[in-house]
């Protein structure tokens, strides 16, 4: 039997906090904290182990990038989806850099909610439409697009793969594109990240656009 999926809600707002909570215990999720203030988060992160955390950018004690920058240097660091107001370009890019593995407006659909915390736990990198090609956009500025030809050596599948996932396709799209099953594409994943020593999707997902992978 699979293990529940463990989640933590941070938001100040409590009618929302609870909405939040409501969707995911409906959708099959454990709620194990619901939480208001970020000082109180990082506290309680440590004690409930969340597989997710859900996190607003606004709390009335410590900025949220500051809460996703703190669970991500923890022992046993959750995969952080913000799920902020903001859809502006600098409470994204910050977010990203503080270790959040994804960004979704307040605006989704209850929907797209459940998929991008489903998502997320699978170590997809998950962002509102139109986010996307904003954080790739600054990673290849960032990353001045200058391959390395040092480096561990990956197997022409392990390539292909890691290609098409630059490219922002989920693990269940490339497996279409590639005609593998899904468990093949998420184990080529795990081998990479080993091979390059790298701790999740969205760490892999900079590797291969530093070295131009997505755009071939």
């Not at 939040?20 to 203030?37: H, I, M």
């Not at 997710?52 to 949220?64: E, H, Y």
């Not at 509102?128 to 990956?154: F, K």
């Amino acid at each position: 039997m699979t293990p529940q999926l463990q989640v933590m809600v941070v938001d100040d707002h409590p009618m929302w906090r609870d909405a939040v909570a409501r969707d995911l215990e409906q959708a099959g999720y454990s709620v194990v904290a619901t939480v208001g203030e970020g000082r109180q988060a990082l506290r309680v992160a440590v004690a409930v182990r969340p597989d997710v955390v859900i996190l607003d950018l606004r709390l009335p004690d410590l900025p949220g990038v500051e809460v996703a920058r703190g669970l991500a240097a923890s022992e046993r660091p959750p995969r952080v989806l913000v799920l902020s107001a903001s859809g502006e370009q600098e409470d994204v890019l910050e977010a990203v850099k503080a270790g959040a593995s994804g960004y979704l407006v307040k605006s989704a659909s209850r929907e797209e909610f459940l998929s991008a915390v489903r998502r997320t736990a699978e170590g997809e990198p998950v962002f509102t439409p139109g986010l996307a090609g904003l954080v790739l956009g600054e990673y290849r500025r960032l990353a001045g697009r200058q391959p390395s030809a040092g480096g561990p050596r990956l197997t022409d599948r392990e390539t292909e793969v890691l290609r098409l996932v630059a490219k922002g396709l989920t693990y269940r799209q490339v497996a279409e594109r590639l005609t593998l099953s899904h468990r093949t594409v998420q184990n080529h994943v795990q081998n990479t990240l080993s091979k390059l020593h790298l701790h999740n999707r969205v760490e892999l997902v900079r590797y291969a656009i530093e070295r131009g992978l997505d755009q071939t």
